[in-house]
Nanobody, 123 residues
Framework: VQLQASGGGLVQPGGSLRLSCVVS????????MGWFRQAPGKEREFVAA????????CYGDSVKGRFTVSRDNDKNMVSLQMNGLEPEDTAVYYC?????????????????WGQGTLVTVSS
């Protein structure tokens, strides 16, 4: 399974970005999908997750109400819409795939990881 994340970039505080992650190699709908991020000098943290067919979602406390995770199983793609971006959102964002949709905040639940895309929020 291969994951390719894209959509990162430089955005001003209060702005928006949409990240995408395309999955190949196995049936996409077999996997729950997650987004994590790692800021400079910090540990990687959970951002959001979506279940196999998109019926369930989960968000980290710091992004709840600002970020929205979704998936399109026809396009083998998971997206992360990020609104109201803050400098504290600056990080490398990773998408990840796992077979089970439980304890989705835990990194060990995910079997495959993308390479990461950098989001920088700065004026």
């Amino acid at each position: 399974v291969q994951l390719q994340a894209s959509g990162g970039g430089l955005v001003q505080p209060g702005g928006s970005l949409r990240l995408s992650c395309v999955v190949s190699g196995r049936p996409f709908s077999d996997y729950a999908m997650g987004w994590f991020r790692q800021a400079p000098g910090k540990e990687r943290e959970f951002v959001a997750a979506v279940s196999w067919r998109g019926g369930a979602t989960c968000y980290g406390d710091s992004v709840k109400g600002r970020f929205t995770v979704s998936r399109d199983n026809d396009k083998n793609m998971v997206s992360l819409q990020m609104n109201g971006l803050e400098p504290e959102d600056t990080a490398v964002y990773y998408c990840a795939a796992g077979r089970a949709y439980n304890n989705v905040r835990a990194q060990y639940k995910y079997d495959y990881w993308g390479q990461g895309t950098l989001v920088t929020v700065s004026s």
